[in-house]
């Protein structure tokens, strides 16, 4: 099959369709959407906790705009508002799997391997794909106290990425999973602080001693951003950590296989975003970092992007990973990093 052939599953192809929906409010307190659409809540700076929606990371890790990490889903996504909370129902009849590191374009660390690998070395994961039975739901219920908003998530699917591998057949899969969550957004000291908690319970290892599904986890997020014109005009700073707690850390351990790079119980995660406008805020000057003390390692997202006029925008930017072993999750991508250069023309 031509690499040009339109795939609107992994987004391969000279074509992507990110939008095609019907939209409709039959009532002053009904809001209904149905098809194609790019969906997203919680309170991340590109770091997810209840956001279970397909992500590119691909499109990511390549060096396209922010906007295009979030990937679309075919779903149908229903609001009911009231006085007392607002509800987003969000169902999709057939699972959307995150746009998930392929061999094709990147390398990345294959555990059985154990060593990257790139194009041919490892088969396709096995996706689930039957409409109706191999669904997703998610919820979430929100609701604003003065300048704070507060809200609860829940999500019945599977693991976004491969969470797990069929000994039978020598391919990764996507065990079922439930995540249930709380966030709460609002100012603080003159910025906009966060907070947010999921609980992933994996549903095909409760007891976390099957060594080829993935752990429940619990993970945490905190974050604060503010301009800072003490510093300098137009200049915002961000901050972030996160926290990824892995669930009957000795069980696995004590199940896993031999050779196999173990996963620490904790995994910490800290980010800083800083932005600069320049040139009548034409030009865009922005540098994100992910930084992991516990996996020593890091991921750099340098760009500089220029408006010309409304409709021509140049950008350019890296992407720079480093780390110091091979199997963390930034890490493993140390031989990918990469210059790049794109131009965007608007409608």
Known sequence: ES????DLETGRGFFDLRTGYVASSPLPWLDLKLGRQVLTWGTGDLLFVNDLFPKDWVSFFVGRDDEYLKAPSDALRVGLFSDVVAVDLVYTPRFDADRFVRDERLSFFDPLQGRQVGRGDVPDPLVPDDWFQDDELALRLHRNFGSVELAGYGYLGRWKS????????GR??????AVYGASA????????????LGYYESRQDDGGTDPFVDNSQLRVLAGFERDVPELADSLTIGAQYYLEAMLQHDDYLRTLPS????????????TLRVTKLLLEQRLRLSLFGY?????????LRPTASYTVD????????????????DFTFFGQFDRNTNLYAAVRFSF
């Open 310 to 325: 409304d409709r021509w925008t140049v950008t350019v930017g890296a992407n720079v990973f480093a780390g110091e072993d």
């Open 291 to 299: 930084f992991s003390p516990s996996d020593h390692d890091a991921y």
């Open 185 to 196: 957004r609002g100012q603080l000291s003159g910025g906009i602080a966060n907070l947010e």
């Open 162 to 169: 491969p969470g797990g591998f069929d000994p039978g057949s």
């Open 172 to 177: 990764a899969v996507f065990p079922r999973l």
């Open 259 to 270: 050779g196999v790079p173990a996963r620490d119980e904790l995994r910490h995660v800290v």
């Open 3 to 6: 690499s040009w052939t339109p």
